[in-house]
């Protein structure tokens, strides 16, 4: 145990595992958590990266534009 003291009786063993038990499932918890907010900063993320994309597209659409413009005179 971590306080350094064994369960002598089955009661203080069920006891001592239920403890166990609850923080587990804490853990598990915050677990759970902490991946619903990496999951929404992944998806905020994804959408940057696709306004960076629409403007780059856009961007190199003009310039293709200008330079046809530019050959044809």
């Known amino acids: 145990m971590a306080n350094g003291k064994h369960p002598e009786t089955e009661g203080e063993h069920i006891v001592a595992l239920y403890g166990h038990i609850t923080g587990v499932k804490k853990d598990v918890d915050q677990i759970r958590c902490t991946q619903r907010y990496i999951h929404e900063d992944i998806e905020k993320l994804g959408g940057k990266v696709d306004k960076i994309y629409w ?19």
């Open 55 to 73: 403007v780059l597209l856009a961007t190199v659409g003009t310039v293709a534009m200008f330079l046809i413009e530019k050959f044809l005179r």
